[in-house]
């Protein structure tokens, strides 16, 4: 059965300090998420990516954030300069279609820690 | 905004019994999507049953099951025959347009033997 990875499963990394996370979707699927779940807290929504742009982004998507497609397969999260509250577990999910019909699948997350 | 409301912070089931987990949403959307995740140990986020809000029949998928009340604005998860491997926290999310889901802050089912 296909389904989403992400790599690297746990990063750890200085404050200050970019960070890369990747994800390969579903290969038929053609929207792209990211979510992060702070240790012991709900799921949030951060992003949103199709056609090669961001569909939505929420309030915590802010400028330190990237979201790429760098080829056909892969689908990255970049954090730019990593502050200790980025801390958490990140989640890539993917969709077949979109306008809300489609369930997102979900990666097994990759866990960030920063220091 | 939309707000999903999983009111049972724990819940603790004995193996082979049932239990229910509740959940309640606010939306002024009529047409919408539901789902039940499931996050074991590994924190994986695994899929457990979908419901579109124009289908008034429950959806049903092998021992889990779901009671969706759409005038309530309720969609509750019912576990059949409880089996240890279902000990995990659930998480109920919504969705509308824009495909992003909204979860509520979780429960955590214990399956005790």
């Known amino acids: 059965e296909p389904e989403v990875t992400q790599t690297p499963s746990h990063q750890v990394t200085q404050m200050g300090q970019e960070v890369i996370l990747r994800c390969v979707p579903i290969?038929?699927?053609?929207?792209f998420y990211w979510y992060r779940q702070i240790l012991g807290q709900k799921v949030e929504f951060l992003v949103s990516?199709?056609?090669?742009?961001?569909?939505?982004k929420s309030e915590i998507f802010d400028d330190q954030f990237s979201v790429e497609r760098p080829d056909g397969s892969n689908f990255t999260l970049k954090i730019r300069s990593t502050k200790l509250e980025d801390s958490a577990m990140y989640f890539c999910?993917?969709?077949?279609?979109?306008?809300?019909?489609?369930?997102?699948?979900f990666g097994p997350g990759t866990r960030l820690t920063v220091l | 905004a939309q707000t999903v409301t999983q009111s049972q912070p724990e819940m603790s089931v004995q193996e082979a019994e049932t239990v229910t987990l509740s959940c309640t949403y606010d939306t002024s959307e009529s047409n919408y999507y539901l789902f039940w995740y499931k996050q074991p140990p590994s924190r994986q986020m695994i899929l457990v049953i979908r419901q579109e809000a124009y289908k008034q029949q429950n959806a049903t998928e092998n021992r889990f099951s779901v009671n969706f009340q759409k005038a309530a604005k309720s969609f509750s998860l019912k576990i059949s025959d409880s089996q240890l491997g279902d000990t995990a926290m659930y998480f109920c999310?919504?969705?509308?347009?824009?495909?992003?889901?909204?979860f509520g802050a979780g429960t955590i089912l214990r399956v005790k033997s």
């Open positions: 290969s038929n699927h053609l929207y």
């Open positions: 999310a919504f969705m509308e347009y824009g495909n992003k889901l909204v």
């Open positions: 990516f199709y056609n090669n742009e961001i569909s939505e």
């Open positions: 999910a993917s969709s077949e279609g979109g306008a809300g019909t489609d369930t997102q699948y």
